[in-house]
């Protein structure tokens, strides 16, 4: 979690935040990159919250590095996420409604490698064989990438 986000959470304690946030679809033809979280023990795709002086691309580049290793050579904004879909109460009890960019990324750099804190594993998989325990603010935004891109 962001140094910012912890920083509100000494002061509103559990209450719901408004959390602005980016994640990576990393992809190609046939695989989308997944990892398991520690939190939940759920799959998710990479991703965080906003740092204050970040832009949402920054949060999306900073996170895939921090998490999985890779570094995106190039990102498109895929759409934007936001309202009850994107609610989610961490196992901890914080309360959250997730703002979300989605980014696309299909060029990337760098060796595979969980971060061990915040994520205890990292692999593709192939689109038809996706994981059932998705993490739940993720399922909105793999289901409109797969009703997209996988007609």
């Given amino acids: 979690m962001s140094n910012y986000i912890m920083e509100l959470r000494k002061q509103v304690g559990s209450r719901p935040l408004i959390m602005a946030g980016a ?11 997944l990892q398991r979280r520690t939190d939940n023990g759920c799959w998710g795709l990479p991703g965080g919250s906003m740092e204050l002086r970040e832009t949402l691309e920054e949060v999306a580049r900073r996170e895939l590095f921090e998490e999985t290793g890779l570094q995106a050579r190039g990102l498109e904004l895929f759409d934007m996420f936001s309202g009850q879909d994107l609610y989610y109460k961490y196992p901890n009890g914080d309360e959250v409604y997730n703002v979300v960019a989605a980014y696309l990324c299909t060029e990337f750099d760098g060796a595979l490698k969980e971060d061990g804190i915040e994520v ?4 593709f998989f192939n689109y038809g064989e996706l994981p059932s325990e998705l993490s739940p603010p993720d399922v909105p935004i793999i289901k409109r990438f797969m009703d997209r891109f996988m007609k």
């Fill in 23 to 33: 994640c990576v679809l990393l992809c190609n033809e046939q695989q989308i990159l």
């Fill in 120 to 123: 205890q594993e990292v692999r």
